[in-house]
């Protein structure tokens, strides 16, 4: 009886505090798959930071290994048509991929969240707009909007991001809206609002850091829906224009000539298809850190 | 099944798509009229010869008449004629290619619930068995890849390695061999379009089997001694295919878009390569005119999956 008395007093009660990130953090670090996303995308950012100012042979130069050249040697992973060194370009396309993901990122919360949180808490006929716009978006088909506003903008990266963001707010703005519609009934919103806080207060000060998590979340997943979404743009001939090097044109350049170097598709297709896999993989795993209750 | 209410809930929808299509076509119309420059300009094409196919195009007009006579084209099914091959008017390739990226589409969308349900319910089935891992972190995999990444192996594999390694005993004519409805055509683009979205249906057919399977009346099914694939089959995948159905749509809308990509691959004359090519060659006229029928097809592709939550749940009902 003493000694599990003793034990009881000596045992902390309840483990130490753990915040919601730092609990989130350590249920992040357990998931394996999502540690490898992690580390493969620590690589690929380093990677592309070293593109900046380090690439085997430049990117741009014409004629630095025979053309269609199969890897090994000089070069890694083969020369493409015109001559050019494939790692080389595939580095460099790291750097448009990943600016071309976050940037729309980036573009889609600053759409998506101010008009969510507005959507959601203030109702009435802005809601009504809203979802309105929102469904009628949902209803066209997001690659051909996003391929007829590059068309009509004009190919560059900016208008690239741009047309992303504008077929991919939505999803954004929704969970937003929905997120704020359920916590504007909760009580802790109830008192701020009776203790006389502004609603810009409400919104960005209690709603917005409570619905952080899902926001993650979808922001995550939103990464590498974006860098597909280039990537088709400039496997159709609309993305970033040449000389850039991006996977998706690279991919495209390589199947012409699959037959006599299928180096110069698989290297691209392959960088491509992993670095959207460790997002999801990411995604996956901050789902299960950060909303243990919705386990799949 | 389709009842009187049926019925006209399907003349609401079809008043509705002709609607938007016209809405569609009215803003990438404008749009494109709106962008700079001339879409006749270039070198070969001097004074006279420049008015004169400026008017036969009627581009000398004011745009709001140009609009109109387009509307009126429109509500006659008349597209216009391409700006490139002159002479050639637009619905008539549009229809035909409808037709084609339809039939594609079609076989996809099978590839998508036949591979998505079956390893959603054997994943359900074995929950937590090496099984449902593999099939899991598979879903995550296939989710992952482009479709055109799909398409490069398949074309690797089956048009280059088997080739090489058979010497010439396997060879796959990999293409659209011209002529019209050849399913050993199209099954190589139609697993590539349908395999990235398959994941999406295995994950939620795995996710509501889950839930199905903990419910009362599957443990009566068992109790009353129903074999095993019956009760897999017939009560719990019926219940489960539901929350499944919802997302057919976007599914739906889904491949149609991927089509743009695999049709330019494969070469297939769908819509989706005119698309392409006709971006790419400035021919506006066809742009619109393919646009329309994309807003056409996805339209009528929304009213069948709505439909079919009829055919599938007889408790719905419109």
Redesign the interface.
Known sequence: MAATAAAVVTRPIAPEQASLWSDAWRRLRRNR?ALAGVVYLTFLVVVALVALIHTPYPTYEVGVGIPYQGPGGQHWLGVDALGRDTLSRLMAGAQISLIVGVGTQIVVLAIGVPIGLAAGYFRGWFDQVVTFIINLF???????VA??LV??LGPNLTNIIIAIAVTRWMDMARLVRGQTLSLREREFIEAARASGAKPSKILFGHILPNALGPIIIQATFGV?AAI?FE??LS????GVPPPTPTWGSM?AEG?VT??IA?AM??AP??A??LT??A???LG?GLRDALDPRQR? | MFTRGTLIYIGQRLVLIVLAVLGVSSLVFLGIHRLPGDALFSEHLHGTQYELTLHHYGLDRPLWLQYVSFIGGMLHGDLGESLVNRGVSITPIVVREMSVSAEVGIVALLFTIGIGMSFGVVAAIRQNTWLDYVLSTTSVVGYSMPNFVVATFLILAFGVWLDNITQGTFYFQIGWPGRYGTIGAIWLPAFALGFPYASIVARLTRASMLEVIRQDYIRTARAKGLREWVITIRHSLRNALIPVITILGPLVIGIITGGVVIENIFGIPGLGKEFATSILNRDYNIVIGVFTGYAALVGLANLGVDLLYVVIDPRIRY
Request: aromatic share 16%.
């Open positions: 798959l949902y209803g066209i088909p997001d690659l051909l391929l007829i068309f009509l590498p597909l990537a088709f496997f159709l001939g609309l991919a199947i699959i037959r299928p598709v698989i297709s392959i491509l298809s959207l896999m997002f999801n993989f996956d799949r």
